[in-house]
């Protein structure tokens, strides 16, 4: 993660991008215990020590995102012919590592995280922390109880069974329903394989939470932020990185 100076400082949040460039030239700033008054060097923001008025900071950039994820952009880090959702992003978080948390199939919007954190992005993901994910479906057909009770025994998708999950039936129509369900587990098109098995088409899928995460309704399509303390905090309790209060 080799960023400038400048840019490593100010993204720390120690002041604007012209006051840091003012503490650099006037020797306030030291890498490695030298004095270094260029503010375009590059440095490694993971392993470089940073000291600010001679005393040592933490130097390392970690961000966490909140991205309302739209249909029609994949979840990867890039892609040579479709747009990613890294693309949605200042170039700044390609910068500093910050990564996905998991992915989303390229038609199914709502709430997708980003970290730079590679031992959060890990656990968060890991099976065995059980981190649990709440979608909307929009279904052809009409669900019913019996369909619930299937999801919740856990249904037989071939390679895997998926765990027991939660279906709330929304509207039950003749040509479409609604519906949400939990599930607490990550794989490939999971959702829509578990709509599959029981004889419904997924026509439109939307992640409305990532553990303790509900996505913010002040977001549109496409728009991002960054998580308060709060949030972070929260989501590393889900990893397991922090004790409950
Ligand atoms: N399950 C799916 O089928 N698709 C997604 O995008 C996410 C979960």
């Not at 995102?65 to 990613?84: C, E, H, I, N, S």
């Not at 919740?152 to 027991?164: H, K």
Request: contains cysteine.
């Amino acid at each position: 993660m080799k960023l400038r100076l400048d840019r490593w400082l100010a993204l720390l949040g120690t002041g604007s991008r012209s006051e840091v460039k003012t503490w650099i030239r006037g020797g306030e700033v030291a890498v490695n215990g030298r004095i270094i008054r260029d503010p375009a060097l590059s440095f490694d923001a993971a392993s470089d020590v940073l000291s600010l008025r001679g005393k040592e900071t933490d130097g390392r950039v970690i961000r966490h995102v909140m991205m309302f994820k739209p249909a029609g952009v994949l979840t990867a880090a890039r892609d040579p012919k479709q747009p990613t959702v890294m693309d949605l992003l200042p170039p700044v978080y390609r910068s500093i590592g910050c990564m996905p948390v998991g992915r989303l199939d390229k038609d199914t919007t709502g709430i997708l995280i980003f970290t730079c954190d590679g031992e959060m992005n890990h656990r968060l993901l890991s099976p065995g922390r059980h981190v649990e994910k709440r979608y909307r479906a929009l279904t052809e057909g009409k669900l019913t109880e019996k369909d619930a009770e299937a999801f919740a025994a856990g249904l037989e998708l071939g390679d895997f069974t998926a765990r027991s999950a939660k279906l709330t039936i929304l509207k039950a129509g003749e040509d479409t329903s609604l519906a949400e369900t939990v599930i607490t587990e990550g794989k490939f098109h999971q959702v829509k394989r578990m709509f599959a098995a029981v004889g419904h088409e997924v026509l439109e899928l939307h992640r409305c939470s990532f553990g303790p995460l509900e996505l913010d309704p002040e977001l549109r399509e496409g728009d991002w932020r960054e998580l308060s303390e709060a949030e972070t905090s929260a989501l590393r309790k889900a990893a397991g990185m922090e004790e409950e209060a």
